[in-house]
């Protein structure tokens, strides 16, 4: 291997190992099944690659050839199988189509399959015909990427945005295959423009790989965190609502049980929470609940759980840790902060003023025998109740003093 050829597939194992780490880093952040699959097929198909360029044998001239080849041959059809099989659960509904559902189902069992013919036949004549498995290999190869591009332009034919990228990336898979086979078929003095273009498309394609698969996880991240199925959590306040909200109130019970405590639950009912729906924009409640919960969290702390029952309805759990440190200096600072006026943006940038209308209703119990639901429903009726004692106060107020 000529020096220059040298630096060429060096490049490309660089570019490789960049994207392999920030496959690594998808997964160790994200922390899902999808970023574990794109890290596993950027390792199996990213070797194919590093092994088929010829720099394994460079680096360490004593390989076994046995070994060797069965990596050769073997990991591509492996990847096809897996660049078939991601597909499909990438194109969703559109993998039902009677020509592109078949294609990936028995298209990835057909890989596997050559996958282990190639692994066989590379194990008994790696020795003696080496170059006729090695071109088998390439047919087999040839048949991922068609295999792979048909899928791609069927599905992008049928409206599916992300097939597009696909279908590109299943270009440069094309020319990848194409030059790295060339280049293990025909050893010898190659022309280095052609081994600079494999290089470049082997690395384009892992990177538009690993940029859809990115961008498939966090499309999917963002449905779940709108449709509040990741974690049980609003998705505009990020508070724990539903089934999560009484599992962290059950949970604070208990501690404040295990202190033979008290607990107190305050319901804080925001009457006109829609108020200005009609003229700064439907949605603006989102960016007031928003405001509202963070109001709560500066004069409640992190350690009290805080949650919402239904949009207008916030709850607040004073603990065992909160009572004996003045519960209702924290009551207090609580409809201070809640009651100040709120600046918000609507429509056309309009800056509009919302004064929170609340009513509070709080309840203490012993924890030890108190159920979380039944604790709230009663808080927020007192709440409710509060919040009609307001209105007949203000009717009173308002009415005309009749004349004696």
Same mark, same amino acid.
């Given at each position: 291997?000529?020096?220059?050829?040298?630096?060429?597939?060096?490049? @490309?194992?660089?570019?490789?190992?960049?994207?392999?780490?920030? /496959?690594?880093?998808?997964?160790?952040?994200?922390?899902?099944?999808?970023?574990?699959?794109?890290?596993?097929?950027?390792?199996?198909?990213?070797?194919?690659?590093?092994?088929?360029?010829?720099?394994?044998?460079?680096?360490?001239?004593?390989?076994?050839? +046995?070994?060797? !080849?069965?990596?050769?041959?073997? !990991?591509?059809?492996?990847?096809?199988?897996?660049?078939?099989?991601?597909?499909?659960?990438?194109?969703?509904?559109?993998?039902?189509?009677?020509?592109?559902? =078949?294609?990936?189902?028995?298209?990835?069992?057909?890989?596997?399959?050559?996958?282990?013919?190639?692994?066989?036949?590379?194990?008994?004549?790696?020795?003696?015909?080496? /170059?006729? *498995?090695?071109?088998?290999?390439?047919?087999?190869?040839?048949?991922?990427?068609?295999?792979?591009?048909?899928?791609?332009?069927?599905?992008?034919?049928?409206?599916?945005?992300?097939?597009?990228?696909?279908?590109?990336?299943?270009?440069?898979?094309?020319?990848?295959?194409?030059?790295?086979?060339? %280049?293990?078929?025909?050893?010898? =003095? %190659?022309?280095?423009?052609?081994?600079?273009?494999?290089?470049?498309?082997?690395?384009?394609?892992?990177?538009? @790989?690993?940029?859809?698969?990115?961008? &498939?996880?966090?499309?999917?991240?963002?449905?779940?965190?709108?449709?509040?199925?990741?974690?049980?959590?609003?998705?505009?306040?990020?508070?724990?609502?539903?089934?999560?909200?009484?599992?962290?109130?059950?949970?604070?019970?208990?501690?404040?049980?295990?202190?033979?405590?008290?607990?107190?639950? *305050?319901?804080? %009912?925001?009457?006109?929470?829609?108020?200005?729906?009609?003229?700064?924009? %439907?949605?603006?409640?989102?960016?007031?609940?928003?405001?509202?919960?963070?109001?709560?969290?500066?004069?409640?702390?992190?350690?009290?759980?805080?949650?919402?029952?239904?949009?207008?309805?916030?709850?607040?759990?004073?603990?065992?840790?909160?009572?004996?440190?003045?519960?209702?200096?924290?009551?207090?600072?609580?409809?201070?902060? @809640?009651?100040? =006026?709120? =600046?918000?943006?609507?429509?056309?940038?309009?800056? &509009?003023?919302?004064?929170?209308?609340?009513?509070?209703?709080?309840?203490?119990?012993?924890?030890?025998?108190? +159920?979380?639901?039944?604790?709230?429903?009663?808080?927020?009726?007192?709440?409710?109740?509060?919040?009609?004692?307001?209105?007949?106060?203000?009717?009173?107020?308002?009415?005309?003093?009749?004349?004696?």
């Amino acid at each position: 291997m000529k020096t220059l050829e040298f630096a060429v597939w060096s490049v @490309m194992l660089g570019g490789l190992l960049t994207i392999g780490t920030l /496959a690594v880093l998808d997964v160790a952040f994200s922390r899902n099944i999808a970023s574990l699959r794109g890290l596993v097929f950027t390792a199996v198909t990213g070797s194919s690659s590093v092994v088929l360029s010829g720099l394994p044998e460079y680096f360490f001239p004593g390989l076994p050839a +046995v070994p060797v !080849l069965i990596l050769k041959t073997s !990991l591509g059809p492996l990847g096809g199988a897996m660049v078939l099989t991601y597909l499909g659960q990438w194109l969703g509904v559109t993998a039902e189509d009677r020509w592109v559902h =078949p294609t990936i189902v028995w298209g990835s069992v057909g890989l596997v399959l050559m996958a282990v013919l190639l692994t066989v036949l590379s194990s008994l004549f790696a020795e003696t015909q080496s /170059a006729e *498995i090695l071109l088998l290999a390439a047919v087999f190869n040839t048949i991922a990427v068609l295999l792979a591009t048909f899928t791609s332009v069927r599905a992008t034919l049928l409206g599916d945005a992300m097939a597009r990228s696909m279908a590109v990336a299943c270009l440069f898979l094309t020319m990848s295959m194409a030059g790295l086979f060339s %280049h293990q078929l025909n050893p010898g =003095p %190659h022309d280095l423009p052609l081994e600079a273009l494999t290089a470049f498309s082997t690395v384009m394609f892992f990177l538009v @790989m690993v940029g859809i698969g990115m961008r &498939h996880n966090r499309e999917l991240r963002r449905l779940e965190h709108l449709a509040g199925l990741s974690s049980g959590r609003d998705p505009a306040t990020g508070l724990p609502q539903g089934s999560v909200l009484l599992a962290k109130v059950d949970d604070a019970f208990w501690r404040s049980a295990r202190l033979n405590t008290s607990c107190t639950v *305050i319901c804080l %009912h925001l009457r006109n929470l829609y108020d200005l729906g009609d003229t700064a924009g %439907h949605g603006i409640e989102q960016h007031i609940q928003s405001a509202m919960t963070a109001r709560i969290r500066r004069a409640v702390g992190f350690r009290c759980v805080v949650g919402l029952y239904h949009p207008r309805c916030f709850v607040v759990v004073l603990s065992a840790v909160k009572q004996g440190k003045g519960s209702h200096a924290i009551s207090e600072r609580l409809l201070s902060l @809640m009651s100040k =006026p709120l =600046p918000v943006e609507g429509l056309n940038d309009e800056l &509009h003023i919302f004064v929170p209308q609340f009513s509070v209703g709080s309840v203490t119990v012993h924890a030890s025998n108190a +159920v979380p639901v039944q604790v709230i429903d009663e808080a927020e009726q007192r709440a409710l109740a509060r919040e009609r004692e307001q209105k007949a106060d203000a009717f009173t107020a308002e009415a005309p003093v009749s004349p004696v």
